[in-house]
């Protein structure tokens, strides 16, 4: 059977999902990896840091090497990574001496499947013959979020039936998925996004002031994203008195949710509506969504916040990269490369800046998110300002 690029989107699809398993599952493990392995919250905290740092590194290092290996290897390869993470979690952690050493490793093999497919699933999309552009862009993206809601669901079931101690079984079932894609991936046609020689270099890119407009756009919208969405589990327990199980299902369950039901939804209506428009309509709808959490007395609505929150924040990623794609075409591989640095940037200061000013005020959640909100706010400065150019035929300069 001839396979077509409907047969490589679907597969990108699935990337996506394979990239939630890998950034969701295991934080989901800390607990049973504290009491199995005897491991501190330092410890736990550093796999967190670990792994956006190797992702950060591969985004860096991907905006040169990618062109020269070519994406089909290089998708190849994340996927291999990825299911190696997950199969090495299940074996070095009792192979070797020192069971925290084991989960170091792992971390970094699959950090390094999910930095590559953070960089390549976009581009690759992006090549594929579509018109509707940032419509596929925003469906593309709202896998990662059915991905994060399948993984929270799956593993919760699986758990309560199956008892955390059978972890072991679900990680080995999860790395199916990635094997098989890899296969996948191997087989499907893979268009090049610009021709050869043809994309914009690193320093053409940094000789644009536009790009840099891009780029916080990205930092803003992944540190909006994660500074609510990495905390809103630990938020509905405290808030919500419930058990982590409840408190996975009641925060970043929902969070996902809607945020993959933005993506749909823009997908659906996208030639109906402007893209800028819809980024500063966001932006707003996440500054309130942060007020509603800071603010408010009552639980319940704090936590209804957390769910606005995931709604408003759920086109601001795909849309920066359809943007970006369509007002700098000859940026190519390294464009996407830097801006997922950018975003993956922003995905590790949101979260840290909350921490941070949650523990300068007693461990209050509330007010560290409420640190967050500049985030929103830069953003929606970032958006007019590019929409101002836009306006003036001025954007490329």
Known sequence: MKLSYKNTIYCSYTGYI???????????????????FDISLSQITFLITLNFVVQLLIDLLSAKFVDKIGYRVCIVAAHIFAALGLVSMVILPSLLPNAYAGLMISVMLYAVGGGLIEVLIS???EACPSERKASQMSLLHSFYCWGSVGVILVSTVFFAFAGRENWRILSLVWAIIPIVNAVMFSQVPIARLTGENEGMSIRELFGRRVFWLFA???????????????????????????????????GPCMFSILMGCARVFYAKFSEKIKLLPVIIISGALCVLSYLIITLSTNSIVALAGCGICGLSVGILWPGSFSIASSELPRGGTAMFALLALAGDFGCTSGPTLVGLAADAFDGNLQIGIGF????????????????????????LK
């Open 18 to 36: 394979t990239q939630a398993i890998v950034n969701i599952y295991t934080p989901l493990l800390y607990t049973t990896f504290n009491n199995e």
């Open 123 to 125: 581009p690759i999309v």
């Open 216 to 250: 916080v756009l990205m930092f803003c919208a992944g540190a909006a994203e994660l500074a609510v969405s990495q905390w809103a589990s630990a938020f509905a327990e405290n808030g919500l008195k419930v058990s982590k199980a409840v408190g996975d299902l009641a």
């Open 372 to 395: 967050g909100i500049i985030f929103p706010i830069v953003l929606i400065i970032c958006a007019n300002i590019l929409r101002l150019k836009k306006n003036k035929g001025s954007l």
